[in-house]
């Protein structure tokens, strides 16, 4: 499965704490990318991320913030959780992608991380 | 900015017959088209797309269909399977100038193939 981890894979938490999901890959791609999905809505992005040090906003980014120090690493971060914030949180990867004039490019998925604020 | 209908939310089949996913786009710059298949709990996984110099791409059950003038594209799957039984999500990415914006994804098809 294109050599996606993320962690936890589970996740409780209380409204106002701090939360952050991990993504990993050992694939070397240069873009990833943080989505949600709930039901009614599919997949929506949260943030993208086009090399170290490079990321940018997707459609729903509110209360989110990211970091990548390093090409496998994709880190998530919820400030401080909010109920609204439950959801499954997918992580992917792809070889080229936005901003690029390379060939379209193909997503590939991680096993997603089921996180429930209380 | 994009947009991607997808209909209908639900499907239910009877085991060898055909089905049908449509969905619609709206920036006609959109130039690639893929759709996900995920299995209750896991992963979304690409099963097929085509690009928009392409009308149809087909593999084994599984075809694709672009029509650009009206902006829409469908999924057809032949000889349907229980192992079919899946959401399906359609997306589209535009080409803003060289440039290649994100994937829009719809809001998924759940196919129920009855035995």
């Known amino acids: 499965d294109a050599g996606i981890t993320q962690s936890p894979r589970h996740k409780v938490t209380e409204t106002g704490t701090p939360v952050t999901l991990r993504c990993h890959q050992t694939e070397n791609h240069r873009y990833m990318y943080w989505y949600r999905q709930d039901p009614g809505h599919g997949l929506r992005l949260i943030h993208y991320s086009y090399g170290v040090k490079d990321t940018d906003k997707g459609e729903v980014s509110d209360g989110y913030s990211v970091s990548r120090s390093k090409t496998e690493d994709f880190l998530l971060t919820l400030e401080s959780a909010t109920s609204s914030q439950t959801s499954v949180y997918f992580c992917a990867i792809s070889e080229s992608g936005p901003g690029t004039g390379r060939r379209p490019y193909e997503q590939y998925f991680g096993p997603g991380t089921r996180l429930t604020v209380t | 900015g994009e947009n991607v209908e997808q209909h209908p939310s639900t499907l239910s089949v009877q085991e060898g017959d055909s089905a049908v996913i449509k969905c619609t786009y709206s920036?006609?710059?959109?130039?690639?088209f893929p759709w996900y298949k995920q299995e209750l709990g896991k992963r979304p996984q690409l099963i097929i797309d085509i690009r928009s110099n392409v009308g149809e791409k087909k593999d084994q059950r599984i075809a694709v269909t672009l029509n650009k003038t009206a902006k829409h594209f469908s999924l057809h799957i032949t000889e349907t399977q229980p192992e079919d039984s899946a959401v399906y999500f359609c997306a589209a990415t535009a080409n803003y100038g060289g440039s290649q914006g994100n994937l829009i994804f719809g809001k998924g098809t759940k196919l129920s193939v009855k035995p």
């Open positions: 920036d006609s710059a959109s130039n690639y």
